[in-house]
């Protein structure tokens, strides 16, 4: 069964900082482009950050473009969220991608089939 398993999420003031860790069962994750997908409270899912199987390229929401960065190491890719804004509020969601596409391509196009993320709010 595959299974992917995000955590680090949690209650964080404005300009505070997280780390997102993606995980995954059932696969090897390292073979795969992965994107971390959002979505925020009323909104549709959006691409936030995507990384290519090596590593070497990568794409990012303009919205958090200088303040996150993704990253992937062996079985896990990572997503450091800095300087974070009431607007990042959200669950945040890694998937693979299965079809070869750019990682900019992946990245506009949320897949549409989700795990249970990690909640991310950003308050005061």
């Known amino acids: 069964q595959l299974e992917f398993v995000e955590s680090g999420g949690g209650l964080v003031q404005p300009g505070g900082s997280l780390r997102l860790s993606c995980a995954a069962s059932?696969?090897?994750?390292?073979?795969?482009?992965i994107g971390w997908f959002r979505q925020a409270p009323g909104k549709e899912y959006e691409g936030v950050s995507c990384?290519?199987?090596?590593?070497?390229s990568t794409d990012y929401a303009d919205s958090v473009k200088g303040r996150f960065t993704i990253s992937r190491d062996g079985a896990k890719v990572y997503l450091q969220m800095n300087n974070l804004r009431p607007e990042d509020t959200a669950v945040y969601y890694c998937?693979?991608?299965?079809?070869?596409?750019?990682?900019?391509?992946?990245?506009?196009?949320?897949?549409?089939?989700w795990g249970q993320g990690t909640e991310v709010t950003v308050a005061s």
């Open positions: 059932g696969f090897a994750l390292d073979r795969y482009a």
């Open positions: 990384i290519s199987i090596d590593g070497g």
């Open positions: 998937q693979a991608d299965w079809t070869g596409v750019t990682v900019q391509t992946f990245c506009a196009h949320p897949p549409g089939y």
